[in-house]
């Protein structure tokens, strides 16, 4: 009889945790408009960070506030990932300069 749990073993090795990839569905929500339904395979060179105007009602005021985004590369509409993905604003790149790079796609 084995009284000790035995300790926690690698039996199959997962993809690099340091490399951070996430499944998302191109859903327009909280991006540019209505999706197309496909499903995205998005890395942190995907993602980027947009301003966008909010309605502060308890303040009587317009604000903005920063959001992250990945863009459809079939449909080019943008799809906000705000609470899902680990990374903060300043670690990733403004809109502006992730589309002066050409985007984060391959061959595009
Ligand atoms: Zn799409």
Known sequence: MED???ATKVLKKGRDPKVW???FACTGRGGSGKGCGALLQVGKEDLFVV???TWY???EEYG???AVRFRCPECGVETAVMSEVPF???ELPKRSAWLAKGGGYEGR
């Open 4 to 6: 000790e749990e035995a």
């Open 21 to 23: 990839t996430r499944k």
């Open 51 to 53: 301003r966008e105007q």
């Open 57 to 59: 009602s308890y303040e």
């Open 64 to 66: 903005t506030k920063s």
């Open 88 to 90: 903060r604003f300043s």
